[in-house]
């Protein structure tokens, strides 16, 4: 059964960060791709960040370059996302996908309030 599962979420000050993580299993991690989404309140949903199977390339959306960083870890099947310099426009559900496979996290709430 497959399963992606983030973690890390929360309430953060502008300014702060938060690192989100997820954890795969079920399939083979190391040979797939992944990519974080978000979708703010009342919002279509928007790509984030993209890694390779082996993390050699990284890929960010405008609004997040320099800010985000995204790493994984195949030996513990977990992807990462690293958030710096969080401002209230990044307060989202974010969720973990393997998008070749097609498969969905359930997703972590970050909210960036003061």
């Known amino acids: 059964q497959v399963q992606l599962v983030e973690s890390g979420g929360g309430l953060v000050q502008p300014g702060g960060s938060l690192r989100l993580s997820c954890a795969a299993s079920?399939?083979?991690?190391?040979?797939?791709?992944m990519k974080w989404y978000r979708q703010a309140p009342g919002k279509e949903r928007e790509w984030v960040a993209y890694?390779?199977?082996?993390?050699?390339?990284?890929s960010y959306a405008d609004s997040v370059k320099g800010r985000f960083t995204i790493s994984r870890d195949n030996a513990k099947d977990m992807v990462y996302l690293q958030m710096n310099s969080l401002n209230p426009e990044d307060t989202a559900v974010y969720y973990c996908?393997?998008?070749?496979?097609?498969?969905w996290g359930q997703g972590t709430q970050v909210t960036v309030s003061s």
């Open positions: 996908v393997a998008p070749t496979l097609g498969y």
């Open positions: 890694i390779t199977s082996g993390g050699r390339t990284t």
């Open positions: 079920g399939f083979t991690f190391s040979s797939s791709s």
